[in-house]
């Protein structure tokens, strides 16, 4: 099964704020016995899946030394995306955890709740293994009273998911990872927030009464702004103001509502992106969708948007959706004069940016009839393309692939799945799907490895090429035991009990060499390198160092480079 969403910073970000309420600005805080800590959700593109959402219903810190979960500090049950942009964390939530020592974060889950849509907006069936998640830090983290620190949640969809979308139900199983940041350089992306400006302080800096969500209901408190150098100013109708010095005005008088984008850094947020949501004359937009686009026309300037979430004006827009039926997909159009154009947060574009397969936010005005009028789309990521490698000859500066049999492009930009499909990597970051996410070299691509590219398309459907801004290989992936190790040379064999998913065309089935990767990292009963050989060399009558390993193949018949192993001892 591929890869599913990384959930990264899900399930415990977001859970982990809204627990806690609303808080000060400034992220310093909190005094006594509890700390300031904002919580962040990182979402994840994922393989034949356009979205999953989950409902958390519980949120408890599990202590250190006595195992024992704490007190539940979500307040309401919380819905998540887990998929999402897939590049910008969502903040949501800020508030005082407990302090203390703990070892994990315990998430309750409703099974009920669950929603999967597949690439076409068709639901997907989901079975939970699970509705208890142990979500640990990779060592304790100690939460000090009166401190700010940043909480972030990665669950790896790799691991929680089993099955094929194409035959539901999926299994899941959800697993992840914590991580933690303390002080005034605990930093993360953000992608946005919302609310009102409550204070100025020109020419640099405002304060902002923040939400999380587009309905102005999960309160962030009150957050300080600062401009970054060379940030992008847009007032209520989308139209980018001359200069700072006019954004500054603009707040002054009546109560201006904002939408925020940039970064979160010591519990402020240094942004990149401001749009003026309502200074005094009425709100620029009533509705805002996310999803991907498809059957996009340039000639008519129109495109099918498929839906993933209402972000604001839900009131408005699902009776609409009701009396249309609720279709997957809905009809929107735009121009090159009334549409403001945004990618990447904060880069100010046109309609020539505008993809099929992209994954945007569009603002409506109004929210009536089909095809629906956009005042301004935010194209929040490049179309993806995944398969698997087939050709390495055109290294370094180029691979082939060939398509999944349900990527999106088949039969439109791409003729089938055996159409050879040329990817340009001369502008594109290269990197490993695990929860470091190494950068890679091209030495070490090999045939029949999955990845996921994001780009654009073009050329014949015989013959497209894709000019790659981003590269994510997908792990291989095996569950096994471990029957020798090599310590002097960080090495192991393994004896394959499962292969999950392709190291490369060089890696059958059976007995492995795993060679350990200079940064590799640990879970569950080691942590270390040096624990991981301990493990096995004081195993008992009876023992075995069962293991799950994720990397890449060699050049060397099933050779493994190991990038992140969980080892347990059964």
Request: charged content about 20%; hydrophobic content about 45%; proline content about 5%.
């Amino acid at each position: 099964m591929p890869s599913f969403l990384r959930v990264a910073a899900c399930l415990l970000c977001a859970l982990l704020v809204s627990a806690c309420g609303g808080g000060g600005g400034g992220g310093g805080g909190g005094g006594g016995q509890q700390a300031a800590t904002d919580l962040l959700i990182t979402d994840a593109p994922v393989d034949g899946l356009m979205s999953f959402t989950v409902k958390v219903q519980s949120l408890r810190l599990v202590d250190d030394l006595t195992g024992i979960a704490g007190a539940d500090v979500l307040d309401e049950d919380l819905s998540i995306d887990l998929i999402g942009a897939g590049l910008t964390p969502r903040w949501a939530s800020r508030g005082a955890l407990p302090a203390g020592t703990y070892r994990s974060v315990r998430v309750g889950i409703d099974a009920s709740s669950t929603v999967a849509l597949d690439r076409d907006g068709a639901p997907v069936g989901v079975n939970h293994l699970a509705t208890t998640l142990d979500v640990p830090f990779s060592a304790p983290v100690t939460i000090a009273a009166g401190s700010y620190q940043q909480v972030v949640l990665d669950v790896d969809l790799a691991s929680s998911l089993d099955g094929d979308v194409g035959s539901p139900p999926l299994d899941f199983d959800p697993q992840g990872l914590a991580s933690f940041q303390a002080g005034a350089g605990a930093s993360s992306t953000i992608d946005e927030v919302k609310g009102s400006v409550t204070s100025v302080s020109a020419p640099t800096s405002f304060i902002v009464d923040a939400y999380a969500d587009g309905e102005r209901i999960a309160a962030l408190g009150a957050v300080t702004v600062t401009l970054a150098p060379g940030a992008l100013l847009l007032d209520e109708f989308g139209a980018e103001l001359a200069d700072a010095a006019a954004f500054f005005a603009a707040l002054i008088g009546s109560p201006v509502v904002v939408e925020v984008h940039g970064e979160l850094v010591g519990g402020e947020i240094v942004a990149n992106r401001v749009e003026l949501e309502d200074s005094g004359a009425g709100a620029n937009y009533v509705v805002k969708l996310e999803g991907r686009v498809e059957n996009l026309d340039t000639v008519a300037n129109t495109f099918d948007l498929l839906l993933v979430e209402i972000e604001k004006g839900a009131a408005i827009a699902q009776p609409v959706l009701d009396l249309l039926g609720n279709p997957l997909s809905i009809a929107v159009d735009y121009d090159d004069v009334s549409t403001v154009f945004v990618i990447e947060e904060h880069t100010p574009t046109d309609e020539d940016a505008l993809g099929e397969g992209q994954r945007i936010k569009v603002k409506f005005a109004d929210f009536l009839a089909e095809p629906f009028p956009a005042v301004l789309i935010e194209i929040e990521d490049q179309p993806e393309f995944e398969g698997v490698i087939t050709d390495l000859s055109g290294l370094p500066n180029s691979l082939v692939m060939h398509l999944d049999s349900d990527d999106p492009a088949l039969g439109g930009s791409v003729q089938n799945g055996s159409t050879d499909v040329t990817v340009d990597l001369s502008a594109s970051t290269l990197f490993l799907d695990t929860h470091a996410k190494p950068s890679l070299s091209t030495a070490q691509l090999q045939t029949g490895l999955k990845l996921e590219v994001h780009g654009a398309i073009s050329g014949p459907s015989s013959a497209p090429t894709i000019a790659a801004t981003r590269t994510k290989i997908h792990a291989g992936r095996f569950r096994g035991a471990v029957t020798g190790i090599f310590e002097l040379q960080s090495s192991f064999d393994a004896t394959m009990s499962d292969l999950k998913d392709p190291f490369g065309s060089g890696v059958s089935f059976g007995n492995v060499a795993v060679d350990l990767d200079a940064n590799c990292s640990f879970r569950d009963d080691a942590a270390s390198e040096g624990q991981f050989f301990d493990l096995f060399s004081t195993l008992g009558v009876g023992e075995a160092l069962e293991v799950e390993v994720f990397g890449l193949g060699t050049s060397t018949p099933n050779q493994i480079q190991a990038f992140e192993i969980k080892a347990r001892v059964e």
